[in-house]
């Protein structure tokens, strides 16, 4: 498959459908010869919980943790409290990975019918967000559309408006949606940014396999009155840190995170957007595009 121009080579002894992945990975499968980078990820089966070994590095609370042992990262990862597809025990899954992201094996235990792999979810997801690190990009808490050419990204937390804007967008003449939760950005060779859609969307689920230059960096703050801003980079660089998904376990690719993101602003505006949830925005980021 191919997200935000890496290539990701699974090999399994399983099918898609038997992993249970095609629901939400099919729109990205496919061979992309001119892919920025490949990543190689080996897909076995666990026949009882293993834990990892290793010294325990980071530990955000919620579905997973990570460990290194010597020169692998191994992350934990274990949906027994979330409310996604599960069995009648925990789901755990244990993502191996080597120091420079693109050599992974993916071991899970496999029971009942409702099974589906991590792949589609926080393995998947991990993978994405800290391969993109090593290719020139970061990924962002954010909503982002292609507007006839244009792409152009929403940042902010949960509930700073991100799906709103992009349902305000979505029957515009010209526009396609990109993901409202989880927007990859990265510059080429040239300097230049795109933005790029993930597979895994927000409350609205929209996640297509599409991309576009970026033109636009938005932060979102809802407010009484429309107006729009345009930020400098040292005043917008830690508001886009604190909304960008970071390898707190790992200082060299922290340092390549930071490295991304300075390269993004300058090659893309970043603008405070404050806002009603209506239409009457549209025209105002248009107007600085």
């Known amino acids: 498959m191919t997200i935000a121009d890496m290539q990701i080579e699974l090999q399994s002894p399983l099918s898609s459908a038997e992993l249970g992945i095609d629901e939400r990975l099919s729109p990205f499968f496919g061979n992309h010869q001119t892919a920025s980078r490949r990543i190689a990820i080996a897909w076995k089966e666990l026949e009882e919980v293993s834990l990892p070994s290793g010294e325990p590095v980071y530990d955000p609370g919620s ?62 997801e991990l993978l994405v967000r800290t391969g993109i690190l090593l290719s020139g990009g970061v990924v962002m808490h954010a909503s982002g559309l292609d507007d006839n050419g244009s792409g152009i990204v929403f940042v902010g937390h949960s509930g700073a408006g991100k799906s709103t804007q992009l349902g305000l967008w979505q029957d515009e003449p010209g526009v396609i949606g990109l993901n409202d939760d989880r927007i990859a950005v990265k510059t080429g060779s040239d300097g230049r940014a795109i933005c790029y859609g993930t597979p895994w969307g927000g409350s609205s689920e929209i996640a297509t396999n599409h991309s576009a230059p970026l033109k636009a960096l938005i932060l979102l703050v809802q407010a009484p009155e429309n107006s729009i801003e345009r930020l400098s980079s ?18 060299a690719l922290m340092k390549r995170a930071f490295e991304n993101l300075n390269r993004i602003l300058q090659s893309a505006p970043v603008y405070m957007l404050r806002c009603r949830p209506e239409r009457e925005v549209i025209p105002i980021v248009r107007s600085v595009l």
């Open 63 to 124: 579905i997973w943790k990570m460990y290194r042992d010597k020169d692998t990262w191994c992350a934990e990862i274990n949906y027994a409290d979330r409310n996604l597809p599960k069995t009648d025990d925990d789901l755990l899954s244990l993502l191996f990975a080597n120091p420079e992201w693109d050599n992974l094996v993916l071991a899970e235990r496999r029971n009942g019918t409702a099974w589906q792999s991590a792949l589609a979810f926080g393995a998947g």
């Open 234 to 251: 040292s005043a917008a660089a830690p508001m886009l840190a604190c909304r960008t998904f970071l390898p707190y376990w790992d200082k």
